[in-house]
């Protein structure tokens, strides 16, 4: 089985910083995409930043230039590093891997738990 566990996420003013994380453990033969999704109360959830395998990126408009995703493939680990965050950035944030079990022709996908980010005065 794999397990998707956050860490990260807490209460910040306008204009801080915060760093999350996301590693992948359990039956993994190999990991593509790993990316960062947010919902906030009465809104669907959305992309904010995802990360290929070969190192590719791609972000939210409204994310670009104050978010940066990485990921560290030796570990199964994502980051997401949070900066001039804005009350809008407010949400649960998930993190979301496609990964391909030994013999596996497909990926399968996985959530993790979600970490909450607050971002107010």
């Known amino acids: 089985q794999v397990q998707l566990v956050e860490s990260g996420g807490g209460s910040v003013q306008p204009g801080g910083s915060l760093r999350l994380s996301c590693a992948a453990s359990g039956s993994i033969f190999s990991l593509n995409a790993m990316d960062w999704y947010r919902q906030a109360p009465g809104k669907q959830r959305e992309l904010v930043a995802g990360s290929t395998r070969g190192g590719s990126t791609k972000y939210a408009d409204s994310v670009k230039g104050r978010f940066t995703v990485s990921r560290d493939n030796a570990k199964n680990t994502v980051y997401l590093e949070m900066n001039s965050l804005k009350p809008e950035d407010t949400a649960a944030y998930y993190c979301?891997?496609?990964?391909?079990?030994?013999?596996?022709?497909?990926?399968?996908?996985?959530w993790g738990q979600g970490t909450q980010v607050t971002v107010s005065s």
């Open positions: 979301h891997a496609v990964i391909v079990h030994n013999g596996a022709l497909y990926g399968d996908d996985y």
